[in-house]
């Protein structure tokens, strides 16, 4: 029975590693759109294959011992691991810590771009609000310029869903609030991200960015986007009975198609 076990986990464990290995699991990813997505790919392809390795050979490891000593009585002689259990602790410990350092480290460069480096000066800065369960937009008007949030002031019923006093603040007059986002292709983009209440999450898989919500900081964000089209953004933390409706969409436009939704929107203010 026990070399039946042993068997069994051999054969599973290699079922498991042959989509690693022939590669098949990455097709089903999203195309990419952005100019940093090829280096969230190519580390996504390196954690796979290392952690694959890791967990083939623990795997063959573990069917090896079962294989070998599953039959022990109490009349067999014992074997014991030079340095006991504790060296094994210790030798684990260090392989694995290894391997996640290796991992951080060489992911830097994946994401160093969009979090240790600022956004360009002339990034176009679009405010993002997530609360349940919907995201909203704010852009700038021709000032440039946003004006500024009063929380008191938030009604979803007359649809000042970021509390601005067009009355009183001149900076927010201009200001254009949409349910969907759009942004020019080529143009890097800066979100300004906050929550109105919980824990949200803003995910374009085929951006390759995902970034938290966490209520009270001012979270910042920036991406090139590289091919026109509508794409979804959703939210991945569950935050409540709607979060499987808290979605919206964003349209990556030529510039012209770009500058005449802006046109559209200011409009509808």
């Known amino acids: 029975m026990a070399k039946f076990f042993a068997v069994t986990i051999f054969v599973i464990a290699i079922a498991s590693a042959y989509p690693i290995i022939a590669n098949s699991w990455f097709t089903a990813a999203p195309q990419d ?13 390196d954690t796979m294959i290392e952690a694959g390795v890791a ?25 014991y691991f030079p340095g006991g259990a ?6 684990g410990f260090l392989l694995v810590g290894t391997e996640v350092l290796a991992l951080g480290v060489f992911g830097t460069k994946a994401w160093a771009s969009v979090y240790f480096q600022p956004p360009a ?11 349940q369960f919907a995201f909203y937009f704010r852009y700038p008007g021709p000032d ?24 009183n603040d001149a900076a927010s007059k201009d200001d254009i609030v949409a349910a969907e986002m759009a942004i020019p ?7 300004l991200m906050h929550s109105k209440d919980l824990g949200h999450s803003f995910f374009v898989p085929e951006l390759r960015v995902q970034q938290d919500f966490v209520p009270g900081l001012d979270l910042s964000l920036h991406f090139t986007a590289t ?3 509508k794409y979804e953004i959703v939210c991945t933390q569950l935050c ?13 436009m030529s510039q012209s198609d770009y500058d005449n939704w802006l046109k559209q929107q200011a409009a509808l203010q």
Do not use: C, R
């Not at 000066?121 to 609360?131: S, T």
């Not at 440039?144 to 009355?167: A, R, S, V």
């Open 121 to 131: 000066a002339d990034a176009l800065p679009i405010q993002v609000q997530a609360g």
């Open 227 to 229: 091919k026109v089209g």
């Open 240 to 252: 409540g009975l709607g979060h499987y409706n808290m979605k919206a969409y964003l349209e990556v």
């Open 55 to 79: 967990f083939l050979a623990s795997q063959i490891l573990l069917a090896w011992f079962i294989w070998s000593f599953g039959n022990h009585t109490t009349k067999d002689k014992l074997g």
């Open 33 to 45: 759109i952005s100019t940093h997505g090829y280096l969230i790919d190519h580390q996504m392809k």
């Open 144 to 167: 440039g310029k946003f004006g500024p949030l009063h929380p008191e002031l938030i009604n979803e019923g007359n649809q000042n869903y970021f509390g601005l006093d067009t009355t």
């Open 86 to 91: 504790k060296a094994m602790v210790i030798a």
């Open 185 to 191: 292709v080529n143009k890097e983009i800066h979100l």
